[in-house]
């Protein structure tokens, strides 16, 4: 079997996304859903209520009640937050493994994932004035490729290597010379495997190339890209695709931002990864 | 052996022989380490961001967020412990950059940029400097010996 299909074949047995955000989602649209209703939705899942609780309490969140039930949280957190809590919760399950291959310890790319979520929410407000938990989604999957290419990517990498040092070839373009199928690409059909909307996939699979996404209305992969590079430069869960990204100067232009934008940007996600060591933790 | 380890934005000093200073991770960021062999004194600064204008309230907060403001600083904890300006030996590694570097992504050059002034205004010379590229870099620094180790990611350890 080819590599490409091998990998393909593999998306297969990775569980199935926990349903809870999006029953979650449907009913809080309702005019008259009740505390005790969502909250049994959650509590049907037992590995989201104990990390839901684990960082109900975190001062990203900023409940200024303490927060020890599942209805507590259902009740104080505030609807975009309860989703956040939820999503975070379900996507760590996936990210526990880490991904060998790109990183020297487990828990680097989940520290990555949740850095760029959170950046995602500075940039979001930054360009559109307000925060969206769907792009929050977005960006905490944005590498779940990774969880599947890792072992391809160990057995591969002196030749990806040759090609990135040698060549100023990119990390996702080497990975698409050598084993046929890039991180992004993979990652948007694992999200589509779990039945995500078409903005996440699409922000998962273009995070590195946005500017090859023919719809220029969509900001969600830009924004992804923006935080993504952020926080590879800080080298948050830095791995063995380094900086080896290309720079796409004509986001700039797209936002109106400026350099000193991204240099405040950075500022503000350390003080939220300060406040957000629970969701960090939860893996 | 006990490892010091210095996050972003961050200093650590030492004057024990058996410490070990320890930053993971840079990417953009650099890290500066000093030592004096004769007071056996290190430090080592992990900054973000060249220029504390940026936001003068954060300098005020945490300094070692920024070249200008971390750069004095980790000399003047150093001297708290007995080191001297003239013994004190400086290396520097980190300030790599995502690729095209272009004119809006390239806080690694501004960074490098940044520490190469500080020190040239001040007449200290960089003994020693890994920077700039496209991968993470690790540091270390020996508090007994005063050696300094690089690793990039997925590399060995080498000494600087």
């Known amino acids: 079997m080819k590599t490409v299909d091998r990998i393909l074949k593999s998306i297969n047995t990775i569980p199935a996304f926990p349903a809870t955000g999006n029953k979650v989602t449907q009913l809080l649209k309702k005019p008259d859903y009740s505390v005790t209703e969502v909250a049994n939705v ?46 975070t919760a379900g996507v760590s399950k996936y990210y526990k493994k880490g991904a060998q291959g790109y990183y020297d310890k487990v828990t680097d790319l989940w520290e990555h994932s949740v850095a760029v979520a959170l950046m995602s929410q500075i940039i979001s407000k930054k360009i559109t004035g307000q925060e969206d938990t769907v792009l929050y989604t977005a960006a905490l999957l944005h590498d779940v490729g990774k969880i599947i290419m890792g072992e391809f990517v160990r057995e591969a990498l002196p030749k990806i290597s040759a090609l990135v040092s040698t060549q100023r070839v990119s990390f996702v373009e080497a990975e698409e010379i050598v084993i046929g199928i890039n991180h992004a690409e993979l990652g948007g059909k694992i999200a589509a495997y779990w039945n995500f909307p078409a903005e996440i996939r699409e922000a998962i699979s273009f995070h590195h190339r946005p500017d090859l996404l023919q719809k220029e209305e969509k900001t969600m992969p830009w924004i992804v890209y923006i935080a993504d590079q952020a926080c590879l430069m800080l080298g948050f869960g830095g791995g063995i695709d380094g900086l080896s990204y290309r720079a796409i100067d004509q986001v700039f232009k797209k936002f109106n931002l400026r350099m000193k934008d991204l240099e405040m940007s950075m500022v503000m996600l350390t003080d939220d990864l300060n406040h957000a060591r629970e969701l960090i933790s939860i893996i | 052996m006990s490892d010091l380890i210095v996050g972003i934005s961050d200093i650590k000093v030492s ?146």
């Open chain 2, 15 to 160: 004057n024990n022989a058996n410490d070990v200073i320890v930053t993971y991770a840079l990417g953009s960021c650099i890290g500066v380490v000093v030592y004096d062999p004769l007071a056996k004194v290190g430090g080592m600064l992990h900054y973000m961001l060249p220029d504390s204008t940026l936001d003068q309230n954060k300098a005020k907060d945490n300094p070692a967020m920024f070249a200008d403001t971390g750069i004095p600083l980790l000399f003047k904890t150093c001297y708290k412990l007995g080191a001297e300006k003239k013994r004190m030996l400086v290396k520097a590694a980190g300030g790599a950059s995502i690729l095209d570097d272009t004119n809006y992504f390239r806080i690694g050059q501004k960074n490098i940029m940044a520490m190469r002034k500080i020190f040239w205004k001040n007449n200290v010379m960089i003994e020693k400097e890994d920077t700039g590229l496209n991968f993470n870099r690790t540091i270390r620094l020996e508090m007994s010996t005063g050696k300094v180790f690089i690793r990039s990611s997925g590399g060995e350890m080498r000494e600087l």
């Open chain 1, 42 to 87: 959650i509590k049907f899942d037992p590995s989201i209520t104990a990390n839901i609780l684990k960082m109900a309490n975190s001062t990203y969140f900023g409940s200024r009640q303490r927060i020890s039930t599942i209805n507590d949280a259902v009740v104080y957190l505030g609807q975009q937050n309860l989703l956040r809590a939820i999503q």
